[in-house]
């Protein structure tokens, strides 16, 4: 039994200062986590080094006392629902994890959920599908047009039919509140794609997990 996607729309679904969620099929979690820690755009090479078994609050933890400064450091706990893998990120990911196109090379589908939720700009949350390093469907999630919201981008196909399902259940409504917004467009790609992320054991249990590290320092 697994959940969908809805209950990250909660404050701090998951942990302080948001989400950075990412799904695929056709990779398993070492693969993710590989490919991931590819798209890590500081100087230095990254790669995905385990750590064994952490809760949230655990990994975060670590991340601390490894590195002295969560914003300089990323985590990630993995696992599968279904049949997605999915890679929850910690620590210092915004704006830190490139693009993933070349995640989803070689015919996997991956897809992003984020939300920067106390940037003080603030962002809103955002959605992105890749399969075979082809961006599918990508737009904010509040569908706010002052945030270049222009409808859905990506293959015309999939992004017209997406538009559909969100113009059906009345979005973009400015009127309507936020979190209902957000929890609503959750939804609709919930549906659409087939997504699924469980709960209890991202919010509450212990998943594996590794630290994003730069290759040259565990080669010394």
Known sequence: MTDGTTWLAAPQSIAFGGYHVVLARGL???????????????????????????????LLELLDDTCGDLSDSIGLRLGCAGDWTYAVAYGGWPGELGPLAPVSRDGAHVCLLEYEEENGKPVPPQFEYFHDGRLLSAFNLYLDASWGYQGVDGDPATAVRLQALLTAAGLPDLDRDQREVHRTALGIIEEFFGLSLPKDPIVSGTLPAVLLEPAQSRAR
């Open 28 to 58: 398993s979690p070492v693969e993710l986590a590989d490919r991931l820690a590819a798209t890590v755009l500081y100087e230095a090479e990254h790669i995905a080094v385990a750590v064994g078994e952490h809760t949230g609050g655990s």
